[in-house]
């Protein structure tokens, strides 16, 4: 009976695992299992799972192959998730495919210590043609995704690279006219952590501008060196574009566990592609209950959970 029970309430606690998240008007996860769960040598219950995003609407499936997980090394800790870095490039995909990945910035935007201010003026040493053609001028930066962003992992850092296009508009009276426009690879580093949110546990990064590769892909203005422009593009991409990233990848997305688990003490860990999360836990099932509810609001009797560091 007793070995009955607690192969009623594993499969229960297996059948809260969460299939599929959405995470926001575009997107959704996809936590399907890929294997039978199975036990390993270490006596660990070990699930395989999917880890892919979509696009709500019109769900396909990423170009890319999941990388190998590692073998475990450790069984000093209740419970150990490894996140790849497919799951990230799926976001990258998905949100590029979705087309909202575009931002401007406007020279309200600019902080008033910032030297690089969104007016021609502010150029006219730097891209004399600029200046000349549209003396003392409002622009805009128009930043544009092309292209997938690629995240990878090392047992030192989290990097990702985000493809795009710049297109530096200026304001001529009634008419944003197109000066000049660049080809971007901005380039990052993350920092990376867990949260909870009520009964639920995220993964979370917080990216962190590193610099930008430029390349002048068409110009209305004639040609000059676009490293003129780095440190210009370096402090506004600060202020604008990484904070614009940080909107998506800081509140994370839900990390696939069951129902009533709660993550205790949890250490995360960096390797090639790979996220490891190590960590104790608390388990209060939401099936442990009565069967009538209404006596056990008068004596109750709460099912406390045991919390092993």
Request: aromatic share 10%.
């Amino acid at each position: 009976a007793g070995k009955q029970a607690i192969n009623t309430q594993a499969n229960q606690a297996l059948e809260s695992l969460p299939v599929i998240i959405s995470i926001d008007s575009h997107t959704e996860i996809d936590y399907s299992l890929v294997a039978p769960p199975s036990y390993n040598t270490a006596n660990f219950l070990e699930t395989t799972h999917k880890g892919e995003f979509y696009l709500t609407d019109h769900p396909t499936e990423a170009p890319y192959t999941p990388v190998a997980l590692p073998a475990a090394t450790s069984t000093d800790r209740m419970m150990y998730l490894w996140l790849t870095s497919y799951i990230a490039n799926t976001a990258g995909y998905v949100y590029q495919q979705a087309g909202i990945l575009h931002y401007t910035i406007t020279p309200n935007m600019v902080p008033s210590s910032l030297p690089f201010k969104l007016n021609t003026t502010a150029y006219k040493f730097i891209v004399p043609q600029l200046y000349e053609k549209y003396p003392n001028m409002a622009m805009e930066l128009e930043v544009n995704n092309t292209a997938p962003m690629t995240v990878s992992t090392t047992a030192q850092v989290v990097t990702g690279t985000v493809p795009g296009t710049v297109r530096v508009l200026v304001q001529t009276g009634n008419a944003t006219v197109e000066a000049f426009t660049l080809g971007a690879l901005i380039h990052a580093n993350a920092t990376v952590g867990t949260h909870a949110e009520g009964t639920k546990q995220f993964i979370s990064a917080k990216a962190s501008y590193l610099y930008t590769d430029l390349t002048l892909l068409n110009s209305g203005i004639g040609n000059f060196s676009v490293h003129v422009l780095d440190a210009a593009v370096n402090a506004l991409c600060e202020i604008g574009v990484i904070p614009f990233i940080n909107k998506y990848t800081v509140p994370g997305f839900q990390i696939p566990i069951v129902d009533g688990l709660a993550l205790v003490n949890p250490t995360l860990t960096l390797g090639q592609d790979f996220v490891l999360i190590a960590t104790d836990f608390s388990y209060t099932p939401s099936f442990y209950k009565k069967e009538d509810e209404s006596k056990e609001d008068k004596e109750r009797t709460s099912f406390v959970p045991i919390d092993v560091v």
